[in-house]
């Protein structure tokens, strides 16, 4: 009986290591996975249905806790509102509504809110098994912080002013009393943060520019004493129109010195022209008493001889009349002569004029000399100029910085006092009720553990698949599986 040989069975491949898979996922083709999933979908059915079991059994098995919440409303005020203290650079811009919730939250969820809110509750009365457990109040409070942390919840919409804040706890009345503390601890915390008026602070600023200003106006009186001048600003000015008026009496003095100077010289070239002494006075009937000696000599010619006594008698009266004539300067006439009186008037005018010139010329020199010492004057001015300018600007800055740190002060107080009145730009519109009714989680863990058991079971089906076809894909692992030491390899495939 012959037997037919029986036909080698193919060996199944052999899992590989996870290089393996590695190498299979690079050179697979994205298109073909879901090709890989299809064809090994009973895994990913088993791994699916059992991570969505196992999330589902938590779902239903995890208690229900009570879920207390609270709204508030964030609105725009000063806290928001640039309002620099040096200076008006960005006066005026503003957070835009979204910022401001979004800085309102993380206040709400700041550490230092959940410790106050904390200090303000009690551990003892908000966290009674935690102050059991903990070792010391340190401990007791850090822990009922971290508490508060994991079951506090904040929600807030995107184009909404609107927060909304929950807390969840296994007792309903815990679960309002510790929201509601968390509120009014944020709402005091807030206040601090955003309206630190630091009204001390700005009456300690201001004290200190007092004092520094009272220093510096004791510095610049000191400064000014020691230039010699009392008000600087009074001096420059009185300086100023004194060197004006002095420079303008100078001028118009020279003038007239100028005008007297050429008069004296006028008045000198006349006077030097002018002789001292005129004819005052010509008496001219010597010539009629000569001519009626002379009528009578002929008369006396004609009786008498020349030689005659009565001849010679009237020659003699004659000689003598022509001789008084002659001492007299003027042929015809006997003459006075004296002091010339047009010389003596321009000799007194001459002097009239040269006092005046002297009397210019002294004060021309007295204007100039005074012109000159305000001229230093000026000069000491202008020198300490830059360093009294420098103290003058100090005192106008810290002058200044006390009116405005003053005005801070004030304004600062008022708001303030406003502050404290009211609750800034934060509205509570619903403070924590105890719930009624227990919060369900059991919809939301069951979606997530449907999307959780389909992911795993996608993944697990990809993953086998790769696995086996990795081994498939290996040369070196289908020799080894053919050779086997001892065995033929038809031997070798009939084992397997």
Do not use: C
């Amino acid at each position: 009986m012959t037997t037919k040989p029986r036909r080698p069975r193919k060996a199944k491949p052999t899992p590989k290591a996870p290089e393996n898979l590695v190498k299979a996922w690079s050179e697979r083709d994205l298109a073909e996975l879901p090709k890989l999933a299809w064809r090994e979908r009973h895994v990913g059915v088993a791994a699916a249905g059992l991570i969505a079991a196992l999330g589902l059994a938590v779902a239903f098995a995890a208690p229900r806790p009570f879920e207390a919440t609270s709204s508030m409303l964030v609105l725009l005020d000063d806290a928001y509102v640039l309002d620099p203290v040096v200076g008006d650079a960005g006066a005026g811009a503003t957070l835009s509504p979204r910022e401001i919730v979004r800085s309102e939250t993380a206040l709400i969820g700041s550490l230092e809110t959940r410790r106050r809110a904390v200090a303000a509750l009690g551990v003892e009365t908000a966290f009674p098994n935690i102050a059991r457990r903990a070792r010391t109040e340190a401990a007791a409070a850090a822990a009922a912080a971290k508490e508060i942390e994991e079951r506090l919840s904040i929600a807030s919409e995107p184009s909404s002013p609107t927060i909304t804040v929950g807390f969840k706890s296994g007792d309903a009345e815990q679960a309002a009393r510790v929201l509601n503390g968390v509120v009014d601890a944020y709402l005091d915390y807030r206040r601090e943060v955003l309206f630190d008026f630091d009204v001390d602070g700005y009456a300690a600023q201001r004290a200190e520019a007092e004092d520094r200003l009272a220093t510096l106006n004791t510095e610049i009186e000191a400064f000014l004493a020691d230039a010699g001048v009392g008000d600087y600003d009074g001096a420059r000015l009185a300086a100023q129109r004194r060197s004006a008026d002095i420079e303008d009496e100078r001028l118009r003095t020279l003038a007239a010195l100028s005008e007297a100077e050429a008069r004296l010289g006028a008045l000198t070239e006349r006077l030097n022209s002018t002789p001292r002494e005129v004819n005052l006075y010509v008496d001219d009937s010597a010539s009629e008493r000569l001519q009626q000696l002379l009528v009578e000599r002929e008369e006396l010619l004609s009786r008498y001889t020349p030689e005659s006594k009565p001849v010679s008698a009237i020659d003699e009266r004659i000689s003598r009349l022509r001789a008084s004539m002659q001492i007299g300067g003027v042929d015809g006439g006997l003459t006075r002569r004296g002091a010339n009186p047009v010389r003596q008037a321009l000799e007194t005018e001459r002097n009239e004029v040269a006092g005046e010139v002297s009397a210019l010329t002294a004060k021309a020199a007295a204007l100039t000399g005074q012109l000159a010492q305000v001229k230093a004057g000026q000069m000491t001015l202008q020198n300490i100029a830059p360093d009294h300018a420098r103290l003058v600007r100090e005192r106008a800055a810290l002058e200044t910085s006390v009116e405005r740190l003053a005005a801070r002060e004030e304004e600062a107080r008022a708001r303030a006092v406003s502050v404290e009145r009211s609750r800034g730009n934060v509205r509570v519109v619903e403070r924590a009720a105890p719930p009624a009714e227990r919060a369900s989680l059991r919809g939301a863990l069951s979606i997530l553990a449907l999307l959780l058991g389909a992911v795993f079971g996608l993944t697990a089906a990809i993953a086998r698949g790769l696995w086996i076809d990795s081994g498939r894909a290996d040369p070196i692992a289908a020799a080894l599986e053919k050779v086997r030491p001892g065995k033929p390899a038809a031997e070798s495939q009939d084992a397997a």
